[in-house]
């Protein structure tokens, strides 16, 4: 990064209480793609389970993460730019009051030379959401016609980071104040004996 302080406050901060672990994490994935790019793009999105299947199953979240880089690469086979894709990932675990409704919330790291955006939600276009929807059923071992309505884009879930821009210290508060969320202790249950937090510890396809 180019002499910025990452010491954010987050204004989120007031509304809930924090792991500061988690926080540090968050800071971490992002702060490692800007050392390594000029523009950063952060996609904000959650993952359902269908209602016939609340899954207390935590190695589902491994199973999409690694369905999703098996997309990546066979995106990275036949895609013309020579960017990196350079792929990061935040990822919480929740539960809705003890309901047994888990879902997770999600925040995926790009380079921004290579991925600016979800794309359209049609499926079977070539594109960033059709390689998320198609990893979650298949994390999920379902058709993709099954999980139709699993994967829900958040609203003004998409932040560039651009380090020449006059208004990247506005940016890069606003996405962290974003992502801050995902570091709220609340409904998580932490203690429990399961995982409900994870990070990518280096920059895939980087």
């Not at 209602?51 to 999703?68: G, K, M, N, P, W």
């Not at 104040?177 to 004996?193: C, H, P, V």
Request: positive net charge.
């Amino acid at each position: 990064m180019k002499g910025f302080d990452t010491n954010t406050c987050f204004s989120i901060a007031g509304k809930y209480d924090l792991s500061n672990d988690y926080l540090n994490s968050i800071h971490a994935v992002v702060n490692r793609h800007l050392a390594r790019f000029t523009r950063v793009t952060i996609l904000r999105f959650d993952l359902r389970f269908p209602a016939y299947l609340q899954s207390d199953d935590t190695a589902v979240i491994s199973r999409f993460i690694e369905a999703f880089k098996s997309r990546l690469r066979a995106w990275k086979d036949r895609r013309a730019s020579v960017h990196p894709i350079g792929f990061g990932y935040i990822w919480c675990r929740e539960q809705v009051d003890g309901t047994g409704n888990w879902h997770y919330h999600v925040a995926f790291v790009f380079n921004k030379d290579a991925v600016f955006t979800f794309g359209t939600q049609v499926l079977g276009e070539d594109n960033t959401y059709n390689r998320i929807f198609g990893a979650w059923a298949s994390a999920l071992g379902l058709n993709v016609q099954y999980a139709i309505g699993l994967v829900h884009i958040c609203q003004n879930g998409v932040y560039w980071l651009d380090q020449n821009a006059a208004d990247f210290v506005m940016h890069y508060d606003a996405g962290m104040n974003r992502l801050s969320y995902l570091a709220k202790k609340e409904t998580k249950y932490i203690g429990d004996g399961n995982r409900h937090f994870g990070s990518s510890q280096k920059i895939f396809m980087g």
